[in-house]
T-cell receptor
């Protein structure tokens, strides 16, 4: 079955540490997205990529970095510069490069500070 | 830039109807609607494109008024399974921008 796989499901970060969240899709989708969701809040866009080797910053890109070396993969690194990283992180993908396509989400990664 | 949803929360009894509104300060090209159950990923419900269309999905339908930069989601004869948080997502007319709304928590009780 096609889908989006995020790993790990839970992740703990020590102060000053970088951590990488994995997102893989086998839907052959062109576009991929990373969102951050805080408790009781909506989804805020961190980064998105419409084609391989290209990505754009969303509203809250500071303290995060991404890469898109393969169509199927869009890992997100939460750097030590992100002072408040505790949140639920969601990866999504959509067919085509237009923003008016349905987004399919992974099950998310919960990141906490130790 | 984030669209505003109203109400923030609503509690319904099974069989009652609800309307969730999504309002943007920017001109819109499309509006998405998603439902997220607690602790799960959002699930796509429908997309409405510029042109003022209305769509239906079983007992859940939506409208898009591009002049007012608003969309509304209509839930009729609500079922327990409708409980969750509903988000609109808006694609603006002015470039490659997409924003999710503030969310509406909907609880259906027996």
């Amino acid at each position: 079955d096609g889908g989006i796989t995020q790993s790990p499901k839970y992740l703990f970060r020590k102060e000053g540490q970088n951590v990488t969240l994995s997102c893989e899709q086998n839907l052959n989708h062109d576009a991929m997205y990373w969102y951050r969701q805080d408790p009781g809040q909506g989804l805020r866009l961190i980064y998105y990529s419409q084609i391989v080797n290209d990505f754009q910053k969303g509203d809250i890109a500071e303290g995060y970095s991404v890469s898109r070396e393969k169509k199927e993969s869009f890992p997100l690194t939460v750097t030590s510069a992100q002072k408040n990283p505790t949140a639920f992180y969601l990866c999504a993908s959509s067919i085509g490069t237009a923003l008016n396509q349905p987004q399919h989400f992974g099950d998310g990664t919960r990141l906490s500070i130790l | 830039q984030q669209p505003v949803q109203s109400p923030q929360a609503v509690i319904l009894r099974e069989g009652e109807d609800a309307v969730i509104n999504c309002s943007s300060s920017k001109a819109l090209y499309s509006v998405h609607w998603y439902r997220q159950k607690h602790g799960e990923a959002p699930v796509f419900l429908m997309i409405l494109l510029k042109g003022g269309e209305q769509k239906g999905h079983e007992k859940i339908s939506a409208s898009f008024n591009e002049k007012k930069q608003q969309s509304s989601l209509y839930l009729t004869a609500s079922q327990l399974s409708y409980s969750g948080t509903y988000f609109c997502g808006t694609e603006t007319n002015t470039g490659n921008q997409f924003y999710f709304g503030t969310g509406t928590s909907l609880t259906v009780i027996p």
